[in-house]
């Protein structure tokens, strides 16, 4: 029995000012965020979606909006999909601008592989892992959607690929509302499929 949990990132956000805006509420998606929902909603119209679960935070929830009203089902919120917590949260935090440039911001830098400006690379992995399989059991023989972020995705992806939790930022590949796509057997996870139905978008925008 083959299930499949498709791990969606939301689409682009409107952030005019090119903060780090993580957990903050009141960022919506932007004229061309909601573009790229109903590209990702037309791409899915033809699977057999039984599930539509999201992360709590307004953009993710308007990513999920067109693909549950385009399969008449209802949205399910699940904590464990947030966006990472992070200690530079509403500050920009671009190279050589913003807050990396305070001496008092430097000591959050200490430990790239934890990360030590954040939530641990491998609390993120398991927060997701428990989503995915909570979305992989409702929708059992069938597919689900999680929707989620860029950095939880790429996270439980590396994971699953037995890879190291420690990355390059810039070569994340998980473009705004790109598909990457966990198909199982029974049980079993036996691919990782990962697609980009709105096109491909630069991992190194600031509060993309």
């Not at 929830?61 to 200690?87: F, K, S």
């Not at 430097?106 to 030590?116: D, E, G, Q, T």
């Not at 892992?129 to 597919?143: D, I, P, S, T």
């Amino acid at each position: 029995m083959t299930t499949i949990v498709h791990l969606l990132r939301h689409g682009e956000v409107h952030n005019p000012d090119g903060i780090l805006y993580g957990r903050l509420s009141g960022f919506r998606l932007s004229e061309r965020g909601q573009r790229q929902a109903l590209v990702v909603a037309e791409a899915l119209a033809g699977h057999d979606i039984a599930s539509i679960v999201s992360s709590p935070l307004e953009r993710a929830l308007q990513t999920a909006a067109p693909i549950a009203a385009a399969h008449r089902l209802d949205v399910r919120t699940d904590e464990r999909l947030i966006e990472a917590d992070n200690v530079f949260q509403g500050k920009r935090v671009a190279v050589g601008d913003g807050a990396l440039r305070r001496p008092e911001h430097w000591h959050h830098l200490r430990n790239p592989f934890l990360p030590s400006w954040g939530e641990p690379y491998l609390h993120i992995a398991r927060r997701m892992l428990g989503a995915v399989y909570r979305a992989r059991a409702a929708a059992q023989g069938r597919e689900a959607v999680c929707v989620s972020h860029q950095l939880p995705i790429w996270t439980v992806r590396r994971f699953l690929e037995g890879r190291r939790m420690w990355h390059d930022p810039r070569k994340r590949q998980c473009s705004l509302a790109s598909l990457t796509s966990l198909v199982f057997d029974e049980e079993r996870l036996v691919d990782i499929v990962y697609s980009e139905p709105a096109g491909v978008t630069d991992p190194k925008v600031t509060g993309a």
